[in-house]
């Protein structure tokens, strides 16, 4: 039997399994510096959200001689914040989840492209204020304008769906995807997607190649007139990694009216703190809560245990990631 770090929350059913297995499940998020003192090597797996950042010091302080430590999994999809290469080379496997959220977030996607063109969050904040903006508060509908995916992985096949269902056409670029289905209009040059799209979606992982891959320049394109020559303005949403939209470029793009809304669940700095978007009234926000669903938490959980318990009994779950 194992012991096992829950450092950033699992779903408590999920727990209660591996308990009635045999392991021993620690519940507790770590600070940088215990994580840098080793405080994991002294268990067998450790599994981590979003909060927990396993860097490739953290890594090797918890894989010293005598440290038990060979699993780490990721309760979710992006592993952007786990050194997978620094795992390998310590003998550590990396496991995730990828499909147990992309219904949720899916949901919480668009669910900010409605928000965002009937200024749903703007009503409610002026209505708190006493304020009635009927006349200025009009908005404009999705359907009939272009939608660009940046990513076209499993989530945003899920936006492109409920998009086109919602009488959008899609478009999307992804230069590692070999296939996609005929109604979406694929790009070679993301520069493309954002000349072509009035609504531009974030779907891809953060790296070196896509930092502030969302900026002035690219926001600059867009064309602000849909395809049924509404004046709809440019809508930009990110439910995938903060880093992404440049927020400094972004906040511009909103002052001077390149943007109409920008619509973000993640974030440079976690958590935001003192923002100028957060003074705009074409922004809304909301605190990396995309995959915070019941449904999707209860998923996550079932889908971790399974590799856990693949883990302890094999020594390697077959849908490892290194």
């Known amino acids: 039997m194992g012991r096992i770090a829950v450092t950033d929350g699992m779903d408590d059913q999920a727990i209660m399994t591996l308990e009635n297995a045999g392991h021993e499940v620690a519940s507790n998020h770590y600070s940088i510096d215990e994580l840098l003192d080793g405080v994991l090597a ?28 060979g699993f780490i999994g990721r309760a979710g999809v992006g592993v952007d914040n786990i050194d997978i290469s620094a795992a390998t080379q ?66 945003a096949r899920g936006v492109a769906d409920a998009a086109a269902s919602l009488g959008m056409d899609v478009h999307a670029y992804d230069p590692y995807v070999q296939s996609s289905p005929d109604w979406i209009n694929m790009h070679d040059d993301v520069d493309d997607v954002f000349r072509s799209c009035t609504h531009i979606s974030v779907h891809c992982n953060l790296s070196d190649e896509t930092r502030h891959l969302v900026n002035t320049t690219r926001i600059g394109m867009m064309p602000g007139v849909g395809n049924d020559g509404t004046e709809c303005g440019n809508h930009i949403v990110s439910c995938a990694r903060g880093g992404i939209v440049d927020e400094s470029d972004a906040a511009m793009a909103l002052e001077n009216g390149q943007l ?44 971790m245990v399974s590799l856990l318990m693949e883990y302890f009994e094999t020594g390697r779950p077959s849908t490892s990631l290194n």
């Open 42 to 69: 002294e268990f067998d797996a450790v599994v981590v959200r979003s909060a927990t950042k396993l860097s490739a010091d953290v890594i090797e302080s918890s894989s010293s001689d005598g440290s038990k430590l």
């Open 90 to 155: 310590n003998g550590i496997i990396v496991c995730n989840t990828p499909g147990a959220s992309t219904r949720s977030v899916v949901e919480m996607t668009i669910g900010h492209f409605i928000a965002s063109a009937r200024n749903i969050a703007r009503a409610d904040r002026s209505l708190r204020e006493g304020i009635w903006e009927k006349k200025a508060l009009k908005g404009t509908e999705i359907a009939g304008k272009s939608l660009g995916l940046i990513g076209l992985g499993r989530i």
């Open 260 to 303: 109409r809304t920008l619509a973000l669940d993640v974030f440079e700095t976690e958590p935001l703190g003192d923002s100028p978007l957060l003074s705009m009234d074409g922004f809304h926000g909301s605190p990396h809560i995309a995959a915070s669903t019941l449904e999707a938490q209860g998923r996550i959980g079932t889908e």
